[in-house]
């Protein structure tokens, strides 16, 4: 019986790829290295350091570590000049509904993100309160497909991995969730994260989060 519900953030719940994407490649263009939609897929689930890793690697750039820092910072300053200006209405569809629906039916919900700016984001679009946990970058130190941030969602919820179904969009997530023992539902193309127990384009097709997750 699945008792909790484990949300990733980024690309479930609000769509933060493309501003991740524009802070990326303006750091990118400032290095001279190529950084395009088919780079800024692999780095959906990954860490802001491994993020930043990857792509001097795909540069063949070695830097210093303060200046690996200077980066990520302007990274960062640069994303958050993005989300400045988000509202409630960039809750993905059925979302929303979905949360609301999912505390009625008496399931416990946990945010298990990547991301340091979780809790600005869940707060600029009105959902910080439909989490009983909130489980994000500034608690975790291993990155997905490492199962850590769900396993800290579970124990934070009181329930065993088995009692969890992740909802994610990134294959690391989805690696992240089966290595944790838990049930997954993933967003996105089937084609990439064929390895969830099911696999969705949004959240409007499970209107009923209890059937959704004890039927997988
Ligand atoms: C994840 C995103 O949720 O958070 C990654 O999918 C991102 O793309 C990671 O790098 C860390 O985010 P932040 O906000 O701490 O830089
Ligand atoms: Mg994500």
Redesign the pocket.
């Known amino acids: 019986m699945i008792r909790g519900l484990l949300f990733?953030?980024?690309?479930v719940i609000v769509d933060?790829?493309k501003y991740?994407f524009v802070?990326?490649q303006r750091m990118a263009a400032a290095l001279n290295i190529h950084f395009g939609h088919e780079e800024?897929e692999q780095?959906?689930?990954?860490?802001?350091v491994?993020?930043l890793e990857r792509i001097l690697t795909w540069g063949g750039l070695t830097l210093a570590q303060e200046e690996k820092q200077h980066w990520?910072d302007q990274?960062?300053a640069w994303?958050l000049e993005c989300i400045a200006q988000m509202g409630p209405e960039e809750i993905l569809p059925g979302v929303a509904h979905f949360l609301a629906e999912a505390r009625a039916q008496g399931l416990s919900i946990a945010l298990g993100?990547?991301?340091?700016?979780?809790v600005p984001?869940l707060e600029r679009i009105g959902l910080l309160d439909a989490f009983d946990a909130i489980v994000?970058?500034?608690v975790v130190t291993a990155?997905?497909p490492n199962p850590e941030v769900f396993l800290e969602g579970a124990r934070r919820l009181g329930l065993r991995p088995e009692e969890c179904c992740v909802f994610e969009?990134?294959e690391a997530?989805v690696e992240a969730a089966l290595a944790g023992g838990m049930r997954c539902i993933a967003v996105g193309q089937p084609d990439v994260l064929g390895r969830a127990h099911r696999v969705i384009q949004s959240f409007d097709q499970i209107p009923n989060p209890t059937e959704a997750v004890n039927s997988l």
């Open positions: 990733d953030l980024d690309g933060t790829a991740h802070a990326w800024n780095l959906k689930g990954i860490s802001r491994e993020s990520m990274k960062n994303y993100s990547a991301s340091k700016n979780a984001i994000d970058g500034t990155s997905k969009d990134a997530g």
